[in-house]
């Protein structure tokens, strides 16, 4: 149950934006439109910020986008903040009520 | 206001148990399936089990199938997770998480620390 594919890190200059990657296989992202998008600051209790691809939930700022193309997801931050500096994970639906986590990608802002 | 609220981590001993638990409110624990995921020391996040509404069907991820119990109690708006023959890689914060249809984590806390060591 190996976990998603992701960058260790990815890092942009206040007001530009980045993209984030989660590659898994057709028997997750590629096979179910059930990927989500978690903030984590370390010390603190994850953030859901994107569901079902490309869903922001309320109070979620517009900021973070999904979207999809084959096994591949993608989250865009645009507008690039200091506060958006933190861990982000990508999470899929597997086959059999499972889930599986992304790597992790851990955001700079220079 | 959501809160959930996890404890019952601590220093263990190889081969030893604990019992997690995940104290729930605001967020109508009896109608929903509920998780845990883990971290690591300087890694990802990782799920490692779910429970449906009912307590009916239990799913785990492999490294803990035989190890691990998921349960919970509806009345008391609680989740656990016994975790038993207790490995030196299960060392990690335990998070539990509400789950909602369309796959994913909605409500989080903020965890409870397990480290197994001698």
């Known amino acids: 149950q190996s976990a998603l594919t992701q960058p260790a890190s990815v890092s942009g200059s206040p007001g530009q934006s980045i993209t984030i990657s989660c590659t898994g296989t057709?028997?997750?992202?590629?096979?179910?439109?059930?990927v989500s998008w978690y903030q984590h600051y370390p010390g603190k209790a994850p953030k859901l910020i994107i569901h079902?691809?490309?869903n922001r939930p309320s109070g979620v700022s517009n900021r973070f986008s999904g979207s999809k193309s084959g096994n591949t997801a993608s989250l865009t931050i645009s507008g690039l903040q200091a506060e958006d500096e933190a861990d982000y994970y990508c999470?899929?639906?597997?086959?059999?009520?499972?889930?599986?986590f992304g790597s992790g990608t851990k955001v700079t802002v220079l | 206001e959501v809160q959930l609220v996890e404890s019952g981590g601590g220093l263990v001993q190889p081969g030893g148990s604990l019992r997690l638990s995940c104290a729930a409110s605001?967020?109508?624990?009896?109608?929903?399936?509920m998780s845990w995921v883990r971290q690591a020391p300087g890694m990802g996040l990782e799920w490692v089990a779910n429970?449906?509404?009912?307590?009916?069907?239990?799913y785990y991820v492999d490294s803990v199938k035989g190890r691990f119990t998921i349960s919970r109690d509806n009345a008391k708006n609680s989740l656990y997770l016994q975790v038993n023959s207790l490995r030196a890689d299960d060392t990690a914060v335990y998070f539990c998480?509400?789950?909602?249809?369309?796959?994913?984590?909605?409500?989080w806390g903020q965890g409870t620390l397990v480290t197994v060591s001698s």
């Open positions: 998480a509400r789950v909602r249809r369309g796959g994913y984590f909605e409500y």
């Open positions: 605001g967020i109508n624990f009896g109608n929903f399936w």
């Open positions: 429970i449906k509404e009912d307590g009916s069907e239990k």
């Open positions: 057709s028997s997750d992202v590629g096979g179910y439109n059930y």
């Open positions: 079902e691809v490309s």
């Open positions: 999470s899929s639906y597997r086959s059999g009520n499972t889930y599986v």
